[in-house]
């Protein structure tokens, strides 16, 4: 049987999985990622906290000195659908949900956020793609809540 592997690891009802096992693939999804938390100290003063994944989810809010962190009246963003979900499993509603797209997400957020200071929660490898984009038009703070390698 002929195999695949995908870089990413797949969940049993993967479409990627279903479809090649169809065809007669053996299909292999590990990812080739390590993760690992940062210890990122105190949080900035912000409007925002905008979150660009779920894994930026998880770290931010399991951080061994967060673990008392009320959201209160900041404003939550959350890059797509699957980091919206993330934060839900944390009690947590998005105010705003992008479309994962960077250049939309951006356009859309900044009707919301215009003028206001945002703690953009990421990676310490990313590219920083909706910061980078609306950086002359808002406040933007970066915080790095884990390292990807």
Wanted: hydrophobic content about 45%; glycine content about 6%.
């Amino acid at each position: 049987m002929p195999k695949i592997f995908i870089s990413r690891q797949l969940h049993a009802k993967s479409p990627f999985k279903l479809i090649l096992e169809a065809k007669g693939f053996e299909v292999i999804g590990r990812s080739l990622l390590k993760f690992k938390a940062v210890d990122f100290g105190k949080i900035p003063k912000s409007d925002w906290l905008f979150f660009y994944s779920k894994n930026g989810v998880k770290f931010f809010f399991e951080n061994k000195k967060n673990k008392s962190f009320k959201v209160g009246k900041k404003r939550i963003a959350a890059m797509g659908q699957g980091t919206a979900l993330a934060l839900e499993k944390y009690g947590i509603s998005a105010d705003f949900t992008g479309h994962g797209d960077p250049q939309k997400t951006a356009k859309a957020f900044l009707k919301v956020a215009a003028k206001d200071k945002v703690l953009f929660i990421r990676a310490a490898v990313s590219r920083n793609s909706v910061a980078t984009l609306l950086s002359k038009k808002i406040q933007v703070l970066e915080l790095v809540a884990y390292s990807n390698q």
